[in-house]
């Protein structure tokens, strides 16, 4: 939920999820850097799923804020292509 350029409010996201239609699937994208998810705690390091909120586009209609489970490494736990990942350095209470 959290992004870089205006922490945890989330009517300003700036990812979007893109439904194609084709496959029946969503596809993530955060165009700008302002977007990126950020203060995730360890996500970076040891999760193999994440919780992104995006804005849901369907066709030309934005249907504002969804939730969606991603996967973000293989059973090996190498990270998935399209996936990048890093760590913002230490966080308080953790």
């Known amino acids: 939920m959290t992004e870089i350029g205006h ?3 989330v009517q300003s996201l ?3 999820a893109h439904y194609n239609h084709e496959d029946r699937s969503f596809i ?8 990126m998810k950020f203060w ?3 996500l970076a390091k040891t999760a193999n799923w994440g919780v992104c909120f995006a804005n849901l586009i ?3 209609k934005n249907h504002g804020i969804h939730i969606f489970l991603v996967k973000i490494r293989d059973s090996k736990g190498s990270i998935l292509p399209g ?3 890093g760590d913002c350095g230490p966080k308080l209470g953790i």
């Open 83 to 85: 996936i990048n990942l």
């Open 40 to 42: 995730i705690g360890n």
């Open 7 to 9: 922490g945890s409010n």
């Open 58 to 60: 369907i066709g030309d």
């Open 28 to 35: 993530l994208n955060t165009p700008h850097e302002h977007g």
């Open 14 to 16: 700036l990812t979007f």
